[in-house]
């Protein structure tokens, strides 16, 4: 196998680790890519390079920016009081394309389990509790997945802040396994609009 030829099966390799990728998909894809070199390879190389050199965490709330606080977290307009707890960024971005709600998030870095020993301590819940003392928050958010792990981590969350602010969850329009990330925008404003307390 020549040289070119494994530098071209590495890309793959790297290409079918992406979520919703295999191997066929990303052979495909590479092979497209090399097809059209200068529209997409090109362009492609830099920009994941601007990425892997800007992007980072806000420090507030866990979302990928390229500044140590994001716009979110940086707007005066979103200091509602409200504060929206995600399990990952794609949940955030699913809400702001949404564009339901207006106020501030919390990104927790996934959902707690005890079968793959994930605890509170694991994700950002201790940097939420700090936020609730800490800013002017009225109102929790709870828009976690409605899988087993989403409601056992929305409960301790409940548990966690009961007695020092509103908790609430979304409602309607979420299914029962559904992730946020995967629904149309109109299901995810209903959702928010009908949300309940814990």
Same mark, same amino acid.
């Given at each position: 196998? %020549?040289?070119?030829?494994?530098?071209?099966?590495?890309?793959?390799?790297?290409?079918?680790?992406?979520?919703?990728?295999?191997?066929?998909?990303?052979?495909?894809?590479?092979?497209?890519?090399?097809?059209?070199?200068?529209?997409?390879?090109?362009?492609?190389?830099?920009?994941?390079? #601007?990425?892997? $050199?800007?992007?980072?965490?806000?420090?507030?709330? %866990?979302?990928?920016?390229?500044?140590?606080?994001?716009?979110?977290?940086?707007?005066?307009? #979103?200091? *509602? %009081?409200?504060?929206?707890?995600?399990? +990952? @960024?794609?949940?955030?971005?699913?809400? &702001? #394309?949404?564009?339901?709600?207006? /106020?501030?998030?919390?990104?927790? /870095?996934? *959902?707690?389990?005890?079968?793959?020993?994930? %605890?509170?301590? $694991?994700?950002?819940?201790?940097?939420?509790?700090?936020?609730?003392?800490?800013?002017?928050?009225?109102? @929790?958010?709870?828009?976690?997945?409605?899988?087993? $792990?989403?409601?056992?981590?929305?409960?301790? =969350?409940?548990?966690?802040?009961?007695?020092? @602010?509103?908790?609430?969850?979304?409602?309607?329009?979420?299914? =029962? /396994? /559904? &992730?946020?990330?995967?629904?149309? +925008?109109?299901?995810?404003?209903?959702?928010?609009?009908?949300?309940?307390?814990?």
């Amino acid at each position: 196998m %020549g040289e070119a030829t494994r530098d071209i099966e590495a890309l793959i390799e790297i290409m079918a680790k992406l979520p919703g990728l295999g191997p066929r998909s990303a052979r495909r894809a590479v092979l497209h890519m090399i097809k059209k070199r200068a529209l997409l390879m090109a362009p492609l190389a830099e920009a994941l390079q #601007r990425v892997a $050199d800007s992007a980072r965490q806000c420090l507030t709330c %866990g979302n990928i920016c390229t500044a140590e606080i994001c716009d979110i977290c940086a707007s005066d307009k #979103r200091a *509602t %009081g409200e504060l929206c707890v995600v399990e +990952d @960024v794609a949940d955030l971005w699913a809400m &702001e #394309r949404a564009g339901a709600f207006g /106020g501030r998030y919390h990104v927790l /870095g996934g *959902t707690l389990s005890a079968l793959d020993g994930i %605890g509170p301590e $694991d994700l950002s819940i201790p940097r939420l509790c700090r936020r609730v003392s800490e800013e002017n928050i009225t109102e @929790v958010i709870l828009a976690l997945n409605a899988t087993v $792990d989403g409601a056992t981590t929305a409960h301790y =969350i409940a548990e966690e802040l009961e007695g020092r @602010v509103r908790v609430t969850s979304l409602a309607q329009g979420v299914p =029962i /396994g /559904g &992730e946020l990330d995967y629904l149309d +925008d109109g299901t995810i404003g209903a959702a928010l609009r009908a949300r309940k307390a814990l």
